[in-house]
C-alpha cells in the first residue's frame, strides 16, 4: 500500500455547514483512475484536493507523498490539473504566451523554441501569435493540456477534460491523458472514457461508495442512477 | 484588443521603451512648467508635429491627430478667448495639443510587450516588499485575455434574452455580472493549479 | 471594521475581470467637446469599489491605467496611450483610483446594505473623483477652476444614474453570487476558519 | 413538404469573410430532430437561425411558417431555446424571479401560485429563493428548461441541454425533451440521445451532410470522424 500515489484518509470536507465530502479514505496506485458519480456527488471536491484546490476540514490528504493542504507549492508543481472549461484556463492572449508562462522554469533563449515544439506536438503549429479567442472549442482545450503537460508533471488530474468536445477532439484528448507515462486521475461523466481507464472510483452524495476495476463500478453507477 | 502600435523602423522606434517613457514625463512636467508664451507654443506645437511625422505618421496621419483633437482645440480655445484672453487661449490649448501630439509618438512607435518590460523593470523595487514582480505584469495580460471573454459572455446575456423574449434593460448587467465572478473564480483556481500568481 | 486578509494573489482574477469590465464600459460614451467625456467606466469604477473593496478596487483601476498607459485603446470610445495622462482627464483617472478606494472603505464599513452602497457611490464614485479631477482639468487647460467645476454639471445626471445603477446592481448581485462578496464582518466571525477561509488559508 | 415546421432554402451564412453555414437545405418535420456533427462545424448556427438569434447571409429560413429574421418577436414568442450552459441563460437572481420573468402574460395575482407550481413539477420545490449559483448543475438546467417550456412554446430548439450532466440528469432532461408534445430539435454530441430521434442531420464544415433516420446518420458520423 505504501506505493499509493494518492492516499485519502478520512477526509470531510464542510462548507457553509453542508458536507460535500464525508469521510472518504481512498488510496489510489492504479496508472489511470476514473472518477464517476452523480452531479454534486463530490467528484470535483475531491480531485481538487488532489493539489490543494481544496482543503479538507479534517482527516488527511497525501499526493506524491507530500500534504497538499502544508506544501501546496511543492504539490502544484508537481501535480498538473486540467479542468473541464478551457476559457478560463488559458491565462494569456496568445498560445506562444500561454506556453511560455507554463516555461517559468526554461531558460528564455530556449522558451521560444520550446514553445514552437510543444505547439507541433499539440496540432497548434503557426497558431502561436493568434488571439486564443480564434480557435476553437478543441483546439482551446488542447492548448490548456499543453500548457499543463509541458511542465513534466509526476501527477495529472483533469476534471471532465472533454465534456464540451466532438467525438474527435473528445478522443484526441482522451487517447492523450490516457496514454501518459505518469499517473493519472480523470473524473468524468463519460462512461467510455471511464471503461478504458485501469481503476475506477464511484462517489455518492459525498461518500465514496465504490472503488475497482471499471466494468463493476460502473455498473454499480447505472444502478444507483436507475 | 488592437494594440495603437504601428510597425515601423524610424528613430523612434528603435529608441528603447524606457528612454522614450523618460522623454515624455519630463516634456511633461517641463512643458506645464515652464510656460512658454504664445510664440514658444507656436514652436512647440510644430517641433511635436514633426516628431509625430518622423514616426512614420505621414502627413495624412498628422492631419488625423489633429483632425481627433479639433473638438478640444475649438472649444477649450474658444472657451479661453471668451472667458480670459486670445494669447492665453494659444498658450493653453497649444500646450495640450502638443503633449498629446508627443504622446502619440510614443504610442505609435512602442510595442506593447516592451512597454510591460518597463512596467516589469519599474516593479522590480517590489521585490523587497515581498511582491513579485512579475505579478503585475501578469495581471495586465490577464485582463488583456479577459476583454474578449467578457465581451462573449455579453453576447450570451444579450442571446439569452432575445432567446427568452425579454427585454431586462440595464438589469441585464446582474446576469453578466455573475457570469463575470463565476469566470474569475475558474480562472483563479486555474492560476493557483498553475503554481502562477503567489 | 476587518479588512478582508485573503492573499492579495488570490483575487488576481477578480481583479483583472473588473479591469476587463471597465475597459468594456468604456464603449458607452458621449464624447463631449471639452475632452472630457460622459462614459460608462465610472460604472464599473463604483461596480468594482462595491465587489472588490478598499484593497482591491484601486488595483483594478490601477490595471486599465496601466493598460493605457501601454497603448492599448481601453478608455472611452477607444482611447489610449500616454496621451490619457497628460490630458485634460488625468485628474479624473487619478479619481477613480482614490474613488474606488471610498467606495470599498464605506460599503464595506459594515453590513452591506443598499444605503451603505448608495453612501459610498455618491461620495467615492462622484465627490472623490470630481475632487481630483476638476483642478487638473483647470491646471491642464488653464480653464479657471470656477469654470471648470461648474462645466461639470454635464456629468452631473449621469453619475448620479450610475450610483443608482452601481448599487442596485451590487445589491442583485450579492443576492445572486454572493461568494463573490468578501464575508460581512458579522458573518465571517461566525464562520470561523472553515469553508471558504480554508481556500484561503493556504 | 408543407408541414415542414422548419424550413431552411440554400441558406449561407458568412461572419468575417468565413462561412460557417455553406448553402444549407433542410425541411424537418419529425417529432424530434437530433443535430450532430463535429466542433465548429455549423450545429448551433443552424439553430440558433430559428429562432433568428444569428441571420442568414443569403437563403431562406421559415419557422413555424414565419421568418425569423422579420418577424423575430412573433417568433420567439412560439420557439422556446435551451442553451447549453444554463447559467449563460438563468437571468435574474433567483429561480422564482427567473421563472416569473418567463410568465410575463400572466396575471400579476396568480404568478406567484403558477411558480410555486412549477418549481414543484421541475423537482425544485422549496427552492425558489435560493441563490442560483448554489443550485447544483442539474438543478440549473432544469430551472433553464422549466423557464422555457412554461411558456408553452410551439417548438423547441435545444443546443447540447445534457452535456453537462451526470447519468440521471441527461436522462431526467432528454426524457422531457423527448417526450414533448411538439416538435423538438436537439444538438448534440450524446449519439445515444441521438439515436432516440426520430431522424438526424448531420453537419460536417458548415454544409448539410446528412438527414435521416438516426443509425444510418450517426453511422456516417462515426465514419467522418474516424
Ligand atoms: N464553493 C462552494 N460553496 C458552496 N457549495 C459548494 C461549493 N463548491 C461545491 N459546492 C457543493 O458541493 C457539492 C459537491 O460539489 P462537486 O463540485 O464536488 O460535485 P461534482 O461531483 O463535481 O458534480 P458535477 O458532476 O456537477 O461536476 C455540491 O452540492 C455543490 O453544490
Ligand atoms: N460570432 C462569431 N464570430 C466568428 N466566428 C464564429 C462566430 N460564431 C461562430 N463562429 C464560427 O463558426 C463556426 C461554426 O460554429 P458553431 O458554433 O455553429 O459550431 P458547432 O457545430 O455548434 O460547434 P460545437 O460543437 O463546438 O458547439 C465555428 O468555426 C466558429 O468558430
Ligand atoms: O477616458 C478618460 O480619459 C477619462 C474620462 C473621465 C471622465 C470623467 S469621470 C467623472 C465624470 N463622469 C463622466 O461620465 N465623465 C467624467
Ligand atoms: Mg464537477
Ligand atoms: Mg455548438
Known amino acids: 500500500m505504501t506505493d499509493a500515489h494518492i492516499a485519502f484518509d478520512d477526509v470531510s470536507c464542510v462548507v457553509d455547514d453542508v458536507p460535500i465530502l464525508r469521510s472518504v479514505t481512498a488510496r489510489l496506485s492504479a496508472r489511470r483512475t476514473a472518477v464517476i458519480g452523480a452531479n454534486g456527488s463530490g467528484k470535483s471536491t475531491f480531485a481538487r484536493m488532489m493539489n490543494g484546490l481544496r482543503q479538507p476540514t479534517s482527516g488527511s490528504v497525501r499526493v506524491l507523498g507530500l500534504d497538499p493542504a502544508a506544501e501546496g507549492m511543492r504539490v502544484r508543481s508537481r501535480v498538473g490539473f486540467v479542468f473541464t472549461n478551457p476559457e478560463a484556463q488559458i491565462l494569456l492572449p496568445t498560445p506562444a504566451e500561454d506556453l511560455a508562462l507554463s516555461l517559468g522554469s526554461v531558460p528564455r533563449a530556449m522558451r521560444a523554441t520550446r514553445v514552437e515544439q510543444i505547439l507541433e506536438q499539440y496540432g497548434l503549429a503557426g497558431r502561436g501569435d493568434q488571439p486564443v479567442s480564434e480557435l476553437s472549442g478543441g483546439q482551446r482545450q488542447l492548448l490548456a493540456l499543453a500548457a499543463v503537460l509541458c511542465t513534466d508533471p509526476q501527477l495529472v488530474v483533469a476534471d471532465e477534460p472533454t465534456t464540451l468536445l466532438d467525438l474527435r477532439n473528445a478522443r484526441r484528448i482522451a487517447d492523450l491523458l490516457l496514454g501518459l507515462a505518469v499517473p493519472t486521475v480523470i473524473v468524468t461523466h463519460d462512461l467510455d472514457l471511464a471503461a478504458r481507464c485501469d481503476e475506477a472510483v464511484l462517489f455518492d452524495d459525498g461518500r465514496l461508495v465504490a472503488i475497482g476495476a471499471p466494468p463493476g463500478v460502473i455498473e454499480m453507477y447505472r444502478r444507483l442512477s436507475a | 484588443m488592437i494594440s495603437l502600435y504601428q510597425p515601423g523602423d524610424s528613430i523612434l522606434h528603435r529608441i528603447p521603451a524606457g528612454a522614450k517613457l523618460l522623454g515624455l514625463a519630463l516634456s511633461a512636467l517641463v512643458i506645464s512648467t515652464v510656460r512658454p508664451g504664445a510664440a514658444g507654443t507656436l514652436v512647440l506645437l510644430g517641433v511635436a508635429s514633426v516628431v509625430l511625422l518622423v514616426t512614420g505618421a505621414g502627413v495624412r496621419g498628422l492631419l488625423l491627430a489633429w483632425w481627433r483633437l479639433r473638438w478640444l482645440i475649438l472649444v477649450l480655445g474658444g472657451a479661453l478667448v471668451v472667458f480670459v484672453s486670445p494669447a492665453a487661449a494659444v498658450q493653453n490649448t497649444g500646450r495640450v495639443v502638443a503633449l498629446l501630439l508627443l504622446a502619440e509618438a510614443m504610442t505609435r512607435t512602442t510595442r506593447t510587450g516592451d512597454l510591460l518590460d518597463v512596467l516589469r523593470r519599474l516593479f522590480r523595487p517590489l521585490r523587497a516588499f515581498g511582491v513579485d514582480p512579475e505579478t503585475p505584469a501578469l495581471a495586465v495580460s490577464l485582463t488583456i485575455t479577459m476583454v474578449p471573454v467578457l465581451a462573449g459572455l455579453l453576447e450570451q446575456v444579450r442571446d439569452a434574452q432575445r432567446a427568452r423574449g425579454v427585454r431586462l434593460g440595464v438589469r441585464a448587467a446582474v446576469p453578466l455580472l455573475v457570469l463575470a465572478m463565476k469566470h474569475a473564480d475558474d480562472v483563479g483556481d486555474a492560476l493557483t493549479a498553475r503554481g502562477i500568481g503567489r | 471594521m476587518t479588512p478582508d486578509r485573503r492573499p492579495l494573489s488570490a483575487d488576481l482574477a477578480r481583479i483583472a475581470v473588473f479591469a476587463a469590465l471597465v475597459i468594456v464600459l468604456g464603449t458607452v460614451m458621449v464624447p463631449l467637446p471639452s475632452g472630457v467625456p460622459i462614459t460608462g467606466q465610472t460604472l464599473g469604477v ?121 448599487t442596485v446592481l451590487a445589491v442583485a448581485l450579492r443576492r445572486a453570487y454572493p461568494r463573490a462578496f468578501p464575508k460581512a464582518v458579522g458573518a465571517r466571525a461566525a464562520a470561523g476558519a472553515a469553508g471558504t477561509g480554508a481556500v484561503a488559508a493556504q
Open chain 3, 46 to 166: 463604483m461596480l468594482a469599489g462595491l465587489v472588490l473593496g478598499a484593497r482591491r478596487a484601486p488595483l483594478s483601476i490601477l490595471l486599465v491605467l496601466a493598460l493605457a498607459a501601454i497603448g492599448l485603446p481601453v478608455l472611452a470610445g477607444g482611447r489610449g496611450g500616454l496621451g490619457s495622462f497628460v490630458g485634460p482627464t488625468a485628474g479624473y483617472m487619478l479619481g477613480w483610483v482614490a474613488g474606488a478606494v471610498v467606495i470599498g472603505l464605506i460599503a464595506h464599513s459594515g453590513r452591506f446594505t443598499w444605503w451603505r452602497a448608495a453612501t459610498a457611490t455618491l461620495i467615492g464614485g462622484i465627490l472623490v473623483v470630481y475632487l481630483f479631477g476638476i483642478p487638473v482639468q483647470a491646471a491642464v487647460t488653464g480653464v479657471p477652476l470656477d469654470l471648470t467645476a461648474l462645466s461639470t454639471i454635464a456629468f452631473l445626471p449621469g453619475d448620479l444614474i450610475k450610483a443608482t445603477l452601481a
